[in-house]
């Protein structure tokens, strides 16, 4: 039985910008894997590859066309020339041109209505080829200049080729953007990171373990609301630090909420319950309980992103992803686990779920991801780095609660797991 006993934390205004740093170029089309970092300031001029963070996807032309009025769609980020954009600085926004067309970015008829295409097209100046590049935690939203509304992937579809268009602005992962720079690109000459970058905030999941700065003993749940930041504490004490089921978890937050910035530490009961869409930034376990966080919205428009972080000591999961919609994993480390995120086989509701892992390194970890094919699940990966050895992805077949998931095949197949062999480096 899930338990709360804080007040919802209000919403704090503070925002950071991610800007995008080239991590190492890539061998087609001249475009680089990149690290976001928090900025004070919008991206300086330059060319960027626009992916998008429910997808891990790319805006691209489709065909590389050169034609006017071509809607956009997401594919696989390979540095191809229809994914490379020209930002500049416009007015008071920005103008984002295809670079191997030349022509602008644009809302198709300069409509202000949602579901209207984002297209390229001949660059005239309009309002509705003007785009404001708004921070979203620790991406951004791509908002048109004449109608107010966001570049986002229709029906929230995380699946490639799907076209572009635009759509009322909230925080569903789908309506934010990552940019990469692809070869002109900089960022911000003095940025002021908000919060300071933890010690183990590499781009790849790599890096150190950061220090506490401080501990919290609690034994009942916290109600995180919709923002919480633990300033770099360790927060410990439900539970008993095993993998008994039904534990309380040590925080739960809100749908659309936020929680960052948080060290979690043993006995940590079930982690963290997101009740809906959220965003886990930069949070650590020390020692995963029962799991690290379940997702839990019945919505297949939810978007769960865990930004940042790392996890050790899951004797047998990290995430548990018992409802629907997409979780995606960034930029995260995982030692010493069982799974990293498996899609539950036998929960009393059945859902199609997804997950998407970019810039993840695994230590001492049996699997990364676990889902159920019969039921449409899909689970990509991209910049993954194993130390010693692990397997990629497994398949099971889901079952009604009271039964057990039969496990049915593993690695690439180009519907469920869906990787290349370069989105996987062994060292």
């Known amino acids: 039985m899930l338990t709360t006993t804080a007040a919802g934390r209000r919403r704090r205004s503070g925002i950071k910008v991610a800007i995008a740093l080239a991590a190492g170029l890539l061998a087609t089309g001249g475009f680089v894997a990149a690290t976001s970092i928090p900025a004070s300031a919008a991206p300086s001029n330059g060319d960027y590859a626009l992916a998008n963070d429910g997808s891990g996807l790319c805006a691209a032309v489709p065909g590389q066309s050169t034609g006017d009025g071509v809607q956009l769609v997401q594919t696989s980020c390979a540095g191809a020339a229809g994914q490379v954009y020209t930002i500049t600085a416009s007015g008071g926004g920005h103008q ?37 590049l708004t921070a979203s935690g620790a991406s ?87 923002f919480f930041d633990g300033g770099m504490k360790r927060y410990y ?58 997702f839990k919205s019945s919505s297949s428009s939810a978007t769960y992103l865990v930004d940042g972080g790392g996890a050790k000591s899951g004797a047998d999961k990290v995430f548990q992803h018992n409802g629907a919609g997409t979780v995606t994993i960034r930029n995260f480390q995982v030692h010493s686990s069982g799974k990293l995120y498996r899609a539950c086989g036998n929960c009393s509701s059945s859902y199609q779920r997804h997950v998407v892992m970019d810039g993840v390194t695994a230590r001492s970890t049996k699997v990364l991801a676990g889902i159920n094919s019969n039921w449409g699940d899909t689970a990509r990966f991209s910049r993954i780095t194993v130390y010693g050895s692990a397997t990629i992805c497994e398949r099971y077949k889901g079952v009604p609660k009271g039964s057990e998931p039969e496990k049915i095949g593993s690695g690439p197949d180009g519907t469920h797991c869906r990787y290349a062999e370069s989105d996987i480096t062994y060292r």
């Open 140 to 226: 951004y939203r791509v908002v048109n200049g004449n109608g107010g509304k966001c570049l986002n992937v229709k029906d929230n579809s995380t699946a490639a080729n799907a076209p572009l268009q635009q759509n009322s602005c909230d925080s569903v992962a789908t309506k934010q953007w990552t940019l990469r720079p692809a070869g002109g690109g900089t960022p911000d000459p003095t940025p002021t990171p908000t919060p300071t970058p933890p010690p183990g905030g590499g781009g790849d999941g790599s890096g150190a373990w950061p220090p506490d700065t401080g501990s919290v003993h609690q034994t009942t749940t916290r109600d995180a609301g919709t």
């Open 96 to 132: 984002i041109k295809a670079r191997h067309s030349g022509k602008c970015l644009g809302v198709r008829d300069a409509s202000t209505s949602a579901g209207k295409a984002v297209q390229q097209e001949t660059c005239t100046g309009a309002a509705s080829q003007t785009w404001q």
């Open 237 to 294: 004490g439900i539970g008993d630090g095993g993998q008994g089921e039904s534990q309380d978890p040590m925080f739960t937050v809100a749908n659309g909420g936020t929680i960052q910035n948080v060290i979690i530490d043993a006995p940590a009961g079930d982690g963290i319950h997101c009740e809906g869409s959220c965003t886990i930034r930069n949070v650590w376990w020390n020692d995963v309980g029962e799991d690290a966080a379940t």
